[in-house]
């Protein structure tokens, strides 16, 4: 080997170092971002995602008690004012309805009446 | 297996409630001391001599018993204060009771022979119409009229606001429905199958030699089925408590 072989393929090193050093700090700041996202996304269901099987208890139980109180409900009323079918009707069906709406935020796809409050603050 | 007295196994006699002291009736209302009273005290006593006996010796280093002891506090307060934030803190003896008494109560009921408290759907609505007690009183104390914002969302058309409200209010009051049920309904559901697994096992010993070697899946299952038990003893503690700090949350801030 030369040493003007020698003195080149320092250059060449160098050369590369730097280009590596480039590229090591661009897949850095791409790993952060990716990073962040993958967190940012995975923070909201972090909390009741314990297990598959506790999940599947928890929306079932929401759903049938909503549409359960929704019924009792109704029929309370119906034997107070005297109103026999349709108290039951109504209140089955906005039980109906708020089991959905039980589901929906218990899945994270409706947010709860604190959050939305305060989304609505804002608009203000 | 206690089922001898009737032809098969009777995977529902554990959940029997029978009288152990002399009928006690007060105003119309029977106060008798049952199994499910008797047990319930025993849960009250195994937990508080559980505190008062670990921590009396407080060591810089804890101990074994200690360490369980303060485990529990940490993972109750990280609980409260991840959901409920340092304002709910002021709850804590309320959340920490509830929690150790489910879990010992589960953790009892995993003992043969014991009465499972929590498996019994009147113990289990009771601590949560106690929670949402609490969270509607103190809501309306602390916030007045405006606790009643939790079921106006605001930015919904005046329109549709009556019904809105309706089906919040329905949802806020199937709350402690669901959250009874759900603990119960475990409870129940793990104690019968257990014993319906374990009863397998007995009735198949008795064909002979094809029934024992028959009895070995069942028996395995049986096995499993109690590991997956002491899990969701735990499990449904922790939902428990999960689900009581998430209401206290709302009772705190129903709008700030």
Redesign the interface.
């Given at each position: 080997m030369s040493p003007d072989e020698n003195k080149q393929s320092k250059e060449g090193m160098k050369e590369t170092d730097r280009h590596l050093s480039e590229r090591l700090e661009k897949l850095g700041k791409t790993l952060d971002t990716r990073l962040d996202e993958a967190s940012a996304e995975e923070e909201p269901d972090r909390?009741s995602a314990?297990?598959g099987l506790?999940q599947a208890?928890?929306m079932s139980?929401?759903f049938?008690?909503?549409v359960?109180?929704?019924g009792a409900?109704g029929w309370m009323a119906d034997s107070w004012i005297g109103t026999r079918p349709w108290g039951m009707i109504i209140?089955l069906m906005?039980?109906f309805?708020?089991?959905i709406?039980?589901v929906l935020?218990e899945a994270g796809k409706v947010a709860g009446?604190?959050r939305?409050?305060?989304?609505?603050?804002k608009?203000? | 297996m206690a089922g001898n007295s009737g032809n098969a196994i009777d995977p529902i006699h554990q959940f029997q409630i029978t009288n152990i002291s002399s009928p006690i009736v007060i105003g119309g209302f029977d106060f008798s001391f049952t199994n499910a009273s008797l047990f319930m005290v025993v849960t009250v006593v195994v937990a508080t001599l559980f505190l008062v006996l670990s921590t009396n010796r407080r060591g810089l280093v804890p101990g074994r018993a200690q360490l369980m002891a303060e485990m529990s506090y940490e993972f109750v307060a990280a609980t409260l204060r991840g959901s409920a934030g340092n304002e709910g803190m002021r709850f804590f003896p309320l959340v920490f009771s509830l929690f150790m008494f489910v879990f010992v109560a589960n953790m009892l009921g995993m003992f043969p022979y014991f009465f499972t408290v929590t498996s019994q759907i009147i113990v289990t609505f009771a601590l949560a119409i106690l929670v949402i007690g609490t969270v509607t009183i103190y809501g309306f104390f602390k916030h007045g009229a405006g606790f009643l914002k939790l079921f106006v969302p605001s930015g919904v058309p005046a329109l549709v606001v009556p019904l809105v409200s309706a089906i919040e209010v329905i949802s806020f009051l199937s709350r402690p429905v669901s959250l009874s049920v759900r603990l119960f309904a475990n409870m129940l559901a793990g104690h019968i199958t257990l014993k319906v697994f374990a009863g397998f096992v007995v009735m198949l010993t008795g064909f002979g030699a094809a029934g024992i070697a028959s009895a070995i899946l069942p028996l395995v299952l049986t096995v499993a089925i109690t590991a997956l038990e002491f899990l969701v003893a735990f499990l449904q503690a922790y939902v428990f408590t999960v689900l009581t700090c998430m209401y206290l949350a709302d009772a705190l801030h129903p709008s700030h």
């Open positions: 909390t314990m297990s506790s208890w928890k139980s929401e049938i008690a909503a359960f109180v929704g409900l209140l906005l039980g309805g708020a089991g709406l039980n935020r009446p604190e939305r409050m305060n989304s609505g603050k608009q203000d | -």
